[in-house]
C-alpha cells in the first residue's frame, strides 16, 4: 500500500513537473502569428489595424504574397514596400531604369539596390561601379565602391 502511494506521487510529480515546463516553455516562446491574429481580431480599432498591418507584413516578408494580399484592403502604406520588395515590381522599376538614358550615380546606386535584391550580384558590382565613376568623390559612393571591390 505504502509502495502504491509512492508510485501515485512520484507519477503526479512527473506529471505536475511536464505541465510546469509546458507552461513555462509557451509563456518564454512567443508565437508572432498568433498574437498578429488577436491584434486584427480586437474589438479596439487601431488594434485591429496594427493587426491587419502586422499580417500583411509577416507573409510578405516571408514572400508569400498571395496571403499577404488578403490583408491589404485598406493599407495604403504596402505600396511602397511592395515596390521595393516584391519581384514583379522590382523587375519592372529595373527594365524602366536600364532602358532610361542618361542615368546619373544615383540612378546607378537605385540600380545596385535593386540587382542585389534581386539576387544579381554581379550586376549590382558594376552598378556601383560605374555610380562611382560618374561621382568619384561621393563619399557614400566611394565607401560603398571600396567596401565591394577587390583591390
Do not use: C
Not at 509546458?22 to 488577436?38: A, C, I, M, R
Not at 488594434?47 to 490583408?71: E, H, K, P, T, V
Not at 558594376?126 to 566611394?142: E, F, M, N, T, V
Request: glycine content about 2%; overall charge neutral; cysteine-free.
Amino acid at each position: 500500500m505504502l509502495r502504491n502511494n509512492l508510485l501515485k506521487i512520484g507519477i503526479l510529480l512527473l506529471l505536475l513537473s511536464l505541465l510546469s515546463l509546458n507552461v513555462y516553455s509557451s509563456l518564454q516562446k512567443k508565437d508572432f502569428l498568433t498574437e498578429y491574429k488577436k491584434q486584427f481580431f480586437s474589438l479596439d480599432g487601431q488594434s485591429q489595424f496594427i493587426g491587419q498591418l502586422n499580417l500583411w507584413s509577416f507573409f510578405a516578408i516571408r514572400d508569400n504574397w498571395q496571403q499577404a494580399a488578403l490583408f491589404e484592403s485598406d493599407l495604403q502604406q504596402i505600396e511602397d514596400f511592395k515596390k521595393n520588395n516584391q519581384p514583379d515590381q522590382l523587375y519592372q522599376l529595373h527594365n524602366e531604369l536600364q532602358l532610361k538614358a542618361n542615368k546619373d550615380a544615383q540612378d546607378y546606386l537605385q540600380l545596385a539596390k535593386i540587382q542585389s535584391t534581386l539576387g544579381l550580384k554581379t550586376q549590382a558590382l558594376d552598378s556601383i561601379k560605374k555610380a562611382h565613376q560618374l561621382d568619384p568623390i561621393r563619399s557614400d559612393l566611394d565607401k560603398l565602391f571600396y567596401s565591394t571591390t577587390d583591390f
